[in-house]
């Protein structure tokens, strides 16, 4: 069977969008300006994302969504958006997991409160890997999946390193993107997947937990150090490419070296929210991927699509078809550093 497509597997989430004049201090007040519903979640966003993108190639969905108005919601929105919902599965006994995305006006920065929901119990039997034609597998996020994040009593590792180890098995390529939280095992849930990801999505605070290098103090950030960690990456067992980025742009190391790609200047007047930038990030990276191109090409997609993300409210509203997406940033500032 020729394999094509992607398969994102892990976290569908509403999230509820409230975007605000001011974070207050405790027990303080601050007037929330506009709200929308949008989707969330690295598999849905990165989906959704791809989708408006006008990807030339099958989207697939694995998950698990209560059933409840959000599941439904979850469901319509990518049938809308021509994502195969044959392995998303509606459960018992659960919400659909929602999130609170509370975004300052001014500054862009966003903080969330989140209800697991649904998505706690997403579990190797979920996705099956015989049912699928992708030939990549997209798994969001580590360490925000109780199932797969929990241990396996027979092997010692984590359930999420077993159910990569089944798409290599199977023949699908696969990438991991993090979620930002403080956790006692934080590192070694994580290092038990990477022997099992081809490609590592993680930003600068997530690098950090992994590896204990300090890449970012307030506004300093240390290039340095951000190679330090993305080769630590690939020593913890990084199949092929750690992609680390931050607010100012992207490295790409593997082992021939390091690429760094400076993010695309956006007028400040323009700039909505950060909301959903990483996502975005990851799907030019994987459509890169998808259609064959080099590591500059992949960076150019992605850091494009992660800058017309930064354009809109919600993760994915900001997304347009690629050719446009690239039309906007004909060229990308590349520094090889070894």
């Not at 990276?285 to 960076?299: K, N, R, T």
Request: aromatic fraction near 6%; proline fraction near 3%.
């Amino acid at each position: 069977m020729k394999r094509r497509g992607i398969i994102c597997a892990g976290n569908f989430i509403v999230d509820h969008l409230r975007m605000v004049d001011l974070w207050p201090e405790q027990d303080m007040l601050s007037s929330i300006s506009s709200e929308m519903y949008s989707n969330g979640g690295g598999p849905f966003n990165v989906l959704k994302d791809l989708s408006a993108m006008m990807a030339g190639f099958p989207l697939e969905a694995a998950g698990c969504v209560g059933r409840d108005a959000d599941g439904g919601w979850i469901l319509n929105e990518c049938a809308q958006a021509g994502i195969n919902t044959a392995q998303l599965h509606q459960v018992e006994g659960e919400p659909t997991s929602y999130t609170e995305v509370i975004c300052v006006k001014s500054t862009g920065r966003r903080t969330f409160f989140h209800r697991r929901g649904a998505n706690s119990v997403f579990d190797l039997q979920h996705v099956d890997f015989e049912l699928t034609r992708a030939s990549h597998f997209h798994l969001a996020y580590l360490m925000l999946l109780d199932a797969l994040d929990a241990g396996d009593s027979d092997s010692g590792r984590t359930r999420a390193s077993l159910l990569l180890e089944r798409a290599l098995a199977a023949g699908l390529s696969t990438s991991v993107d993090l979620v930002s939280l403080e956790h006692p095992g934080f590192r070694q849930k994580v290092v038990s997947a990477l022997p099992y990801v081809d490609h590592l999505f993680v930003n600068d605070r997530e690098a950090e937990l992994v590896t204990g290098v300090k890449i970012s103090t307030g506004e300093e950030f240390s290039m340095d150090a951000a190679c330090e960690a993305a080769r630590m990456l690939l020593e913890f067992g990084v199949r092929r490419q750690v992609i680390l980025h931050d607010r100012s742009g992207a490295i790409v190391c593997d082992a021939s070296g390091i690429i760094r790609c400076e993010a695309h200047e956006i007028p400040s007047d323009q700039v909505v929210s950060a909301n959903g930038a990483g996502d975005a990030l990851a799907a030019g990276y994987l459509f890169g991927l998808q259609e064959g191109w080099d590591i500059s090409e992949c960076l150019r997609m992605a850091t494009s699509a992660a800058a017309a993300c930064l354009t809109h409210a919600s993760p994915s509203g900001g997304l347009i078809p690629v050719r446009d997406c690239l039309a906007r940033h004909p060229s990308i500032t590349l520094t090889t550093l070894r």
